[in-house]
């Protein structure tokens, strides 16, 4: 199917939500068990002590731990709002952090950094004068900061200004009273609200939200080959995208062409590729690459073909380098749940 579609549905009883790309799975979003925080949701914590060699903090949630990696002037004891960014390893505390950000469709509030600024993405002149003209009639609360994100471009005023003012009042009652007992004070976006606030309305998306239009359109059936850690590559190459408990390990191989340039050639196919599996797995953390064999001149168009690949890619990942052995290394924000722990 040509065009873009924004499936909400449920996966094994859980709410999620898939974006297909001309009949191609391209995102999907699960919700996780009820047991686990999602992330962007906002909790008031109680700050552990330091721990040492670390670098980091341990907090107190209402049903567990959370954990801060840089936390400074934070006395042990005192009470603090913290947001969730991210799944936790199992057997391990919640990644968190105190720098709190309320986000919807068409801005982001930043508490303790005021001002008010446009996405860089936000390019037309016209666009960025008629939001700017709009955010200088709001009436900004003091200590909060304000985004308008780039899905603002060529949506109504009245869309925009509600939605904006909407979501400064829920910033405002969230942060008035931060003191008590550790609390959750705002659940994370679910997977239809992730769909909404993210994908929908882009590039003349249709939006479906029938039962079992996940069966339809061909998600389960896409779902089902992820499960798999095996994916064909453009000219007759493979990767393989395999989790372990310390990492992700992703070999490359050419197949059946041995000529001199299949290797850079199917690298740079991998690399194209590799956002995307990550992506529809769930998988972040340490990523080590088993390359195909490229001549060294050949690393830097590699590595550019990589760079552009993950820039596009809505999940944080740093380029860390390579090996003595070879392999280049990644890392990645854990901010999806990886799938295999999703599906029963």
Same mark, same amino acid.
């Given at each position: 199917?040509i065009?873009?579609?924004?499936?909400?549905?449920?996966l094994h009883?859980?709410?999620?939500?898939?974006?297909?790309?001309? =009949?191609?799975?391209?995102? $999907?979003?699960?919700?996780?068990?009820? &047991?686990?925080?999602r992330?962007?949701a906002?909790?008031?914590?109680r700050?552990g002590?330091?721990?040492?060699?670390?670098?980091?903090?341990? %907090?107190?949630?209402?049903?567990?731990?959370?954990?801060i990696?840089?936390?400074?002037?934070?006395?042990?004891g005192?009470?603090?709002?913290?947001? %969730?960014?991210?799944?936790?390893?199992? =057997?391990?505390?919640?990644?968190?952090?105190?720098?709190?950000l309320?986000?919807?469709?068409?801005?982001?509030?930043?508490?303790?950094?005021?001002?008010?600024?446009?996405?860089?993405?936000i390019?037309?002149?016209?666009?960025?004068?008629?939001?700017?003209?709009?955010?200088?009639?709001?009436?900004?609360p003091?200590?909060?900061?304000?985004i308008?994100?780039?899905?603002?471009?060529?949506?109504?005023?009245?869309?925009?200004?509600?939605? $904006?003012?909407?979501?400064?009042?829920?910033?405002?009652?969230?942060?008035?009273?931060?003191?008590?007992?550790?609390?959750?004070?705002?659940?994370?976006?679910?997977?239809?609200?992730?769909? !909404?606030?993210? !994908?929908?309305?882009?590039?003349?998306?249709?939006?479906?939200?029938?039962?079992?239009?996940?069966?339809?359109?061909? %998600?389960?059936?896409?779902?089902?080959?992820?499960v798999?850690?095996?994916?064909?590559?453009p000219?007759?190459?493979?990767?393989?995208v395999?989790?372990?408990?310390?990492?992700?390990?992703?070999?490359?191989?050419t197949?059946?062409?041995?000529?001199?340039a299949?290797?850079?050639? &199917?690298?740079?196919?991998?690399?194209?590729?590799l956002?995307?599996?990550?992506?529809l797995?769930?998988?972040?953390?340490?990523?080590?690459?088993? %390359?195909?064999p490229?001549?060294?001149?050949?690393?830097?168009?590699?590595?550019?073909?990589?760079?552009?690949?993950?820039?596009?890619?809505?999940?944080?990942? &740093?380029?860390?380098? !390579?090996?003595?052995l070879?392999?280049i290394?990644?890392?990645?924000?854990?901010e999806? $749940?990886?799938l295999?722990?999703? $599906?029963?």
């Amino acid at each position: 199917m040509i065009g873009t579609q924004v499936l909400v549905d449920q996966l094994h009883g859980r709410s999620a939500a898939a974006l297909m790309r001309d =009949g191609r799975l391209d995102d $999907l979003l699960v919700d996780p068990p009820e &047991t686990m925080a999602r992330p962007g949701a906002i909790y008031r914590a109680r700050m552990g002590r330091p721990m040492k060699g670390m670098g980091g903090r341990m %907090v107190s949630l209402p049903h567990g731990s959370g954990y801060i990696r840089q936390a400074k002037n934070l006395a042990p004891g005192a009470t603090v709002l913290v947001q %969730v960014t991210g799944y936790a390893e199992p =057997g391990k505390a919640v990644p968190v952090t105190p720098r709190i950000l309320f986000k919807s469709r068409f801005c982001i509030v930043t508490p303790d950094k005021p001002g008010a600024n446009l996405s860089r993405s936000i390019k037309d002149e016209d666009s960025r004068a008629a939001l700017q003209a709009l955010l200088s009639d709001i009436d900004m609360p003091d200590g909060l900061g304000v985004i308008i994100r780039s899905a603002a471009e060529g949506a109504s005023e009245v869309a925009v200004t509600e939605d $904006l003012t909407r979501t400064l009042a829920l910033a405002q009652a969230v942060i008035a009273d931060p003191g008590g007992a550790p609390e959750l004070l705002l659940d994370g976006p679910t997977p239809d609200l992730l769909a !909404w606030r993210d !994908w929908a309305g882009r590039d003349d998306s249709e939006v479906i939200t029938t039962a079992g239009c996940f069966a339809t359109h061909g %998600v389960l059936d896409a779902i089902d080959a992820l499960v798999r850690p095996d994916e064909a590559l453009p000219g007759g190459g493979h990767m393989f995208v395999e989790a372990t408990r310390a990492l992700v390990a992703v070999d490359v191989n050419t197949g059946a062409d041995t000529s001199p340039a299949a290797g850079l050639k &199917t690298n740079i196919a991998a690399a194209r590729a590799l956002p995307r599996a990550l992506r529809l797995r769930g998988l972040g953390g340490q990523i080590v690459l088993d %390359v195909a064999p490229m001549a060294k001149k050949d690393r830097t168009v590699f590595e550019q073909a990589l760079g552009a690949a993950l820039r596009a890619c809505p999940v944080e990942t &740093t380029i860390i380098g !390579w090996t003595p052995l070879g392999h280049i290394e990644l890392s990645r924000k854990r901010e999806r $749940l990886p799938l295999t722990r999703t $599906l029963p």
